[in-house]
């Protein structure tokens, strides 16, 4: 069997902003929501990027825009919540997406410890304590000590090529080494 060429950027040097949008579309994310509160305001941020850095300590990184009002806060505020939301909440990702508008109005948002707002029905929230923030190019990385973790039964919100998708367990046993 004979496999194409990849199609390739001229190189070297950087790529073009929608060329890398389209090549990181490819690759399947899930869908979370970045809340914080800062004098008893609260705000949020839809993100997909996001991963775990390490199990002791247990840390994660996410990325979130520069000069966001979100991101200000968070590093403001020095915790957050990361609010992975589930099949059923794509209006929800599509609600923290806009910029601009009160997220929070009419949402029935519960707190968590230190005052930090939680999505309602969210398939996980980690609530976390921010340990470094990075610039790097046009967002701030930010690493987080999740100090306490919250859980309900569901299916994730996966996001694949600008659209939302569903993640599809196939049923394979853990693979335990691979995290």
């Known amino acids: 069997m004979t496999s194409m060429p990849p199609s390739c950027t001229p190189g070297p040097g950087p790529v073009d902003a929608l060329a890398m949008r389209g090549v990181m579309g490819r690759f399947a994310t899930g ?14 941020m839809t993100v997909n990027s996001l991963t775990s850095v390490s199990l002791e300590p247990p840390l994660l990184l996410v990325c979130l825009t520069t000069g966001a009002r979100t991101t200000d806060a968070v ?6 919540a990361v609010n992975v939301l589930s099949t059923r909440q794509e209006q929800l990702a ?3 997406a806009r910029r601009g508008e009160d997220h929070f109005e009419g949402l029935g948002v519960t707190q968590g410890l ?20 990075m ?21 994730p919100l996966g996001f694949l090529g600008g659209r939302f998708s569903d993640v ?12």
């Not at 970045?34 to 305001?41: K, P």
């Not at 005052?115 to 304590?129: G, R």
């Open 75 to 80: 590093v403001e505020a020095r915790r957050f």
């Open 31 to 44: 869908v979370a929501v970045v809340t914080t509160g800062v004098d008893g305001a609260p705000h949020g």
């Open 114 to 133: 230190h005052e930090i707002p939680v999505v309602p029905d969210a398939l996980v929230h980690l609530e976390c304590t921010v340990v470094r923030v």
């Open 168 to 179: 599809v367990d196939r049923g394979h046993e853990v693979v335990p080494w691979f995290f």
């Open 94 to 96: 599509l609600r923290f």
């Open 135 to 155: 610039t790097a190019g046009d967002h701030e990385v930010v690493l987080g000590e999740v100090g306490r973790i919250c859980q309900r039964e569901g299916k």
